[in-house]
Each structure stands twice: as structure tokens, then as C-alpha cells.
T-cell receptor, first 115, second 112 residues
Framework: EAEVAQSPRYKITEKSQAVAFWCDPI?????LYWYRQILGQGPELLVQ????????DSQLPKDRFSAERLKGVDSTLKIQPAELGDSAMYLC?????????????FGQGTRLTVV | SQQGEEDPQALSIQEGENATMNCSYK?????LQWYRQNSGRGLVHLIL?????REKHSGRLRVTLDTSKKSSSLLITASRAADTASYFC????????????FGGGTRLMVKP
């Protein structure tokens, strides 16, 4: 069964360091999402791609966060420099193209701890 | 920012009882979806209801959508201990590339 792959599963980093997360969506899925989820809260959309184009990144803190999906396949989310408040679960999801929207398939996430 | 708000934030019931969770949202949507998340894991899609649908069933799940009130409900019938999880609604925003945003979730505990 096809899955969304994320790595690493866990990451501990010191504040002010750079950190990167990788996501490989299900083959053929045009839409890719990055979410941040703080413990006890719902996922917050950081960026949504349609192929290699950004659909929305209004909640992405662009002074420190960047995301790319260069060939419209896998994607990288980077934080530089990391801050204590960035500690959270970072979730990637993908969905097939659909004019009226389709279900999203989630990876297992990367749990980031900033110390 | 989050589009939807779930109610209640937490729900505790006995096995065999029904569980009802509500979701309200703010903008025009193409569809509304419900997801489940076990502690520390990724989200799993449960059911999708389109804006022109009013009710949908899947196994023990029943979802309703009222676009005039911008609200939805998820009913889990004959709950089981294994249904213990967090449940989230998500909306695909119309005219915004189906931007998918989530609410804060309902934490359901089903006691055996």
C-alpha cells in the first residue's frame, strides 16, 4: 500500500541551528501539504503545493521557514534558525488532483524538539 | 489560523454508547472531511462530504453537513475502546485551490 514517507521521524536540535525535513508523497499525487501540530492542538497548514507551485503559504513564518518542491515530487521544509517555540510535530500529506478536493494521506510526521 | 472549530473539545463515554462531535467553519467550502489521530501518530482520513451533500455514511460513521449554518457533525455509533483517539474536521476552501485547514479537534475517550 502506497504511503507518504517522511524523514527523520525524530529530530533534536539546538536553538539557532538549521534543521530540514523531507517528504516523499504518494506517487502521482499533485497536491502536497506541510502542517505543524503542537501537542493538544489541530494541525496548522504551513504550505500547500500544487505540483511545484505554492497554493498557499500565508501561515509560513518566512523569516525562518522555507519550503520547496522543485520537480513537483518530493519536498523539503527547512527552519533556520530554529527557536524553542518550533518544537512540534511536522506532518506532510499528499492528495490526488481533484477540482472539488480529495482526501489527504498523511505521513507519520517528524517530531522536532528544540533545546 | 484554523478554519474549523470542534465541539466538544473532549468527550468521555462508555463502550457501546454513541459519540457525537460537531464542527463549525467560516468560509465557503468544496468539501468537509473528518480525520482521526491516535496519540503521536499521523492522521487517518475517515470520510469526505461534498458541499452539495447533506448526509453520508461509512460503517459506524454518519456525517451531516449544513452549509447554511456552516456546520457539520460526526456520529460514531456503538463506540468501542479502540475508537479512543482525537478527531478533526478539515475544510477544503472554495476558490483557494482547495486549501485544506483543520480545526482544533475533539479528544474522545471510550471506556471499556
Amino acid at each position: 500500500e502506497a504511503e507518504v514517507a517522511q524523514s527523520p521521524r525524530y529530530k533534536i536540535t539546538e536553538k539557532s541551528q538549521a534543521v530540514a525535513f523531507w517528504c516523499d508523497p504518494i506517487s502521482g499525487h499533485a497536491t502536497l501539504y506541510w502542517y505543524r501540530q503542537i501537542l493538544g492542538q489541530g494541525p496548522e497548514l504551513l504550505v500547500q503545493f500544487q505540483d511545484e507551485s505554492v497554493v498557499d503559504d500565508s501561515q509560513l513564518p518566512k523569516d525562518r521557514f522555507s519550503a520547496e518542491r522543485l520537480k513537483g515530487v518530493d519536498s523539503t521544509l527547512k527552519i533556520q534558525p530554529a527557536e524553542l517555540g518550533d518544537s512540534a510535530m511536522y506532518l506532510c500529506a499528499s492528495s490526488p488532483q481533484g477540482e472539488l478536493g480529495t482526501e489527504a494521506f498523511f505521513g507519520q510526521g517528524t517530531r522536532l524538539t528544540v533545546v | 489560523s484554523q478554519q474549523g472549530e470542534e465541539d466538544p473539545q473532549a468527550l468521555s463515554i462508555q463502550e457501546g454508547e454513541n459519540a457525537t462531535m460537531n464542527c463549525s467553519y467560516k468560509t465557503s467550502i468544496n468539501n468537509l472531511q473528518w480525520y482521526r489521530q491516535n496519540s503521536g501518530r499521523g492522521l487517518v482520513h475517515l470520510i469526505l462530504i461534498r458541499s452539495n451533500e447533506r448526509e453520508k455514511h461509512s460503517g459506524r460513521l454518519r456525517v451531516t453537513l449544513d452549509t447554511s449554518k456552516k456546520s457539520s457533525s460526526l456520529l460514531i455509533t456503538a463506540s468501542r475502546a479502540a475508537d479512543t483517539a482525537s478527531y478533526f474536521c478539515a475544510t477544503a476552501k472554495r476558490n483557494a485551490g482547495n486549501m485544506l485547514t483543520f480545526g482544533g479537534g475533539t479528544r474522545l475517550m471510550v471506556k471499556p
